[in-house]
C-alpha cells in the first residue's frame, strides 16, 4: 500500500496516548464534508455507503473498508494516503490531521458510538412573514382551477377562481426550489431540501394538500425538474450534475443519470417520455435517454449559464444568462456528424447550424421557460417585466403579458395554454388569461406582517 512514511510513522507513534475518537462527533464530519458526494443514498459510487451505519460496516464492492483495530490492513486508511491519495477524488488530500483521526478511529477498533448526526437547523415558518418571501416555483393544475406556489418553505395550495385563503403546506426544507402538478392533476410534488444537509421531495393530494409520502435523498438541496408524462416519475436536477428520477410509488429505487460537469438548474421530458432534455451551471445543454440512462448528444455550449428547458415533440429548447433562447432540432441534433464535400474530398463537419432553431432575440437573462401540457405554447420569463408567449410550431411570439412584477422567477401553463401562473422575487404570484391577456388573479400567497405587528411562527408538519 501507498503510504508516506514519515505520516504513518507520526500515526502510530502516537496512537498509544491517542485520546478516544467520536465516530458521530470527529469521523462523520469528515465523511460528510469529503465523502457523502460519491458514498451516499444519493449516489453510491462503489456501491458503499458512508451516511448508513449498516451499509458502512457492510463496506462496497470490494469489500469491507476497514478491518477494526487495524488500520494497516484498511482500504480506508490506503485510499486516504500515499503520495497521490486516491481519495477523495477530484478534491486536496485530506489533512494530515484527519487522516489521523481515521486511522486512531480504525485502531481503537472503529466504535460507532451512534449514527450520522445532523446538524440540520430547525426550519420555522412565520405565521406572519415581515417580508414577503420569493416565490421560487410555480404551477397550475392542467384544468387551470387549482394552483400552487413555493414561498421559502413552505407551499400554498389554492384555487384560481375563488377568493378563499390558500392551503400553507409547511415542510422541513431550507428551501423549495420546484413544485408541479402532476399530468392528471391528483398529485403536487414539491422538491427542494437545505444546501449541504439533503434533498427531499414531499408529494401531497393537490386537491386537500395532505401529505402522500415523503423522501430523502442525498445530501444537498435538487433544483428544478419536470414530472413524466405518465406521472409515475419526478426528474429533478442534482447539484453534483446528475439528473435524478424519482418514482412516486414512495418504496421504488431512484435512478441517476450523470451529465453535467456542474448543478443540473432544470429539467424536462420530451411528450413520449423517453428523453429528457437537462441544463446546466456549466454552461450546456444535454440530451439524454431515459431508457438507459445515458447521454444522447450535448447539443450546445452557451457562454453562460443555463436557466431553464422546455420540450415539444420536435424541439428542445433552453435559456439563460446569456439572454437567447434556443430551440434544437431533435431529429437533426441526435442524427451525429454529417459530411460536406464527395469522394475523397466529403470531410465531416458540425451540424450545429443545421439543428439549431432560434427565437427571438430576448430583452433580458433568461429565468424560466414553460410549455402548455398539449405542447403548443412555450412562455419565456427574463428580468425584463414582460412574459412572452410564443406558438412552439413555428417559434413566432403569440402574446406579450405586460407589466409582471419582475424579476419573474417561475411561469406556468396549464393543459391547453390558456391560463399562466408566474412567481416573483418581489413575493408575488399573478395568474393570467392568455387568450385575452387579462390579470385573472394577483396575490402574495402567505400572510406578510404589517408594522407593528409581532411576528409569529409556525412549526411544519
Known amino acids: 500500500m501507498r503510504r508516506f512514511a514519515f505520516i504513518l510513522g507520526l500515526l502510530w507513534g502516537a496512537h498509544a496516548g491517542a485520546a478516544d475518537v467520536s465516530f458521530q462527533r470527529e469521523v462523520w464530519p469528515i465523511f460528510k464534508s469529503h465523502c457523502i458526494g460519491c458514498h451516499s443514498a444519493q449516489k453510491t459510487k462503489g456501491q458503499l455507503r458512508l451516511d448508513d451505519v449498516a451499509s458502512l460496516l457492510k463496506g462496497g464492492k470490494t469489500g469491507p473498508l476497514f478491518v477494526a483495530g487495524r488500520p494497516e490492513d484498511s482500504l480506508l486508511i490506503d485510499q486516504i494516503t500515499g503520495d497521490e491519495p486516491e481519495m477523495p477524488q477530484k478534491e486536496a488530500p485530506l489533512s494530515r490531521a484527519k487522516v489521523k483521526l481515521l486511522h486512531d478511529w480504525v485502531a481503537q477498533g472503529a466504535k460507532i458510538d451512534g449514527p450520522p448526526k445532523s446538524d440540520v437547523p430547525a426550519v420555522v415558518i412565520p405565521k406572519v412573514y415581515a417580508t414577503a418571501p420569493a416565490v421560487s416555483s410555480v404551477t397550475i393544475s392542467p384544468d387551470g382551477e387549482r394552483a400552487a406556489a413555493a414561498c421559502r418553505s413552505e407551499v400554498a395550495l389554492f384555487g384560481v377562481d375563488d377568493d378563499s385563503a390558500p392551503n400553507r403546506l409547511a415542510t422541513d426544507f431550507d428551501l423549495i426550489t420546484h413544485v408541479e402538478i402532476s399530468p392528471d392533476g391528483r398529485l403536487l410534488a414539491a422538491s427542494g431540501g437545505s444546501p449541504q444537509q439533503f434533498g427531499g421531495i414531499i408529494f401531497f393530494d393537490a386537491a386537500d394538500g395532505k401529505r402522500q409520502s415523503v423522501r430523502r435523498l442525498g445530501s444537498d438541496t435538487f433544483f428544478s425538474g419536470n414530472f413524466s408524462p405518465d406521472g409515475q416519475t419526478l426528474a429533478l436536477g442534482g447539484p453534483n450534475g ?116 432560434t427565437y427571438e432575440a430576448q430583452p433580458d437573462m433568461v429565468m424560466a421557460l414553460a410549455t402548455s401540457g398539449d405542447r403548443k405554447l412555450l412562455a419565456v420569463a427574463t428580468r425584463a417585466p414582460e412574459i412572452h408567449i410564443y406558438l412552439t410550431e413555428n417559434r413566432l411570439r403569440k402574446i406579450t403579458i405586460p407589466n409582471v412584477p419582475a424579476p419573474v422567477l417561475s411561469v406556468a401553463l396549464n393543459y391547453d395554454g390558456s391560463r399562466l401562473i408566474l412567481g416573483s422575487k418581489t413575493g408575488v404570484v399573478q395568474v393570467w388569461d392568455t387568450t385575452s391577456g387579462k390579470l385573472i388573479k394577483s396575490l402574495t400567497p402567505v400572510p406578510v406582517r404589517e408594522a407593528g405587528v409581532a411576528e409569529k411562527s409556525v412549526a411544519p408538519e
Open 242 to 357: 446528475a439528473i435524478y428520477l424519482i418514482p412516486v410509488e414512495g418504496k421504488g429505487p431512484v435512478k441517476t443519470i450523470e451529465l453535467h460537469s456542474d448543478w443540473v438548474t432544470a429539467v424536462a421530458y420530451t411528450p413520449d417520455g423517453k428523453q429528457l432534455v437537462s441544463g446546466s451551471r456549466d454552461k450546456t445543454t444535454k440530451i439524454s435517454s431515459v431508457e438507459s440512462l445515458s447521454l444522447m448528444r450535448s447539443v450546445d455550449q452557451s457562454t453562460e449559464m443555463i436557466n431553464a428547458v422546455a420540450a415539444d415533440g420536435l424541439t428542445a429548447m433552453s435559456g439563460g444568462n446569456a439572454r437567447a433562447l434556443l430551440g434544437y432540432d431533435f431529429k437533426l441534433a441526435l442524427a451525429g456528424v454529417q459530411v460536406t464535400g464527395s469522394g475523397n474530398g466529403a470531410r465531416p463537419v458540425s451540424n450545429r447550424d443545421q439543428f439549431v432553431r
